[in-house]
């Protein structure tokens, strides 16, 4: 697995598949304008896909702290 794509989990769900096309949106977006307006878009998308991915990591521990 690369450094830019999401953890194993992370795409099972509608949300994590929706974060995941939104980071790639906005990169794309900058790579073909970049700009300061752009810029903020990538960061908020990683930052919405971290915020998923935090969320289901808390999950699969929570998971295997029950059995």
């Known amino acids: 697995m690369n450094s830019i794509s999401p953890g ?3 795409l099972t769900d509608a949300a994590g598949k929706h ?3 939104g980071v790639k ?3 794309r977006a900058y ?3 970049p700009s300061g307006s752009n810029a ?8 919405r896909m ?3 991915d ?3 990591r ?3 521990l929570q998971a295997t702290a029950g059995d």
């Open 25 to 27: 949106t906005a990169v």
């Open 54 to 56: 935090n969320g289901s």
């Open 8 to 10: 194993s989990g992370d």
């Open 19 to 21: 974060a995941w096309l």
């Open 50 to 52: 971290r915020r998923i």
């Open 31 to 33: 790579s073909n304008h």
């Open 40 to 47: 903020e878009e990538v960061e908020a998308a990683w930052k």
């Open 58 to 60: 808390w999950r699969e």
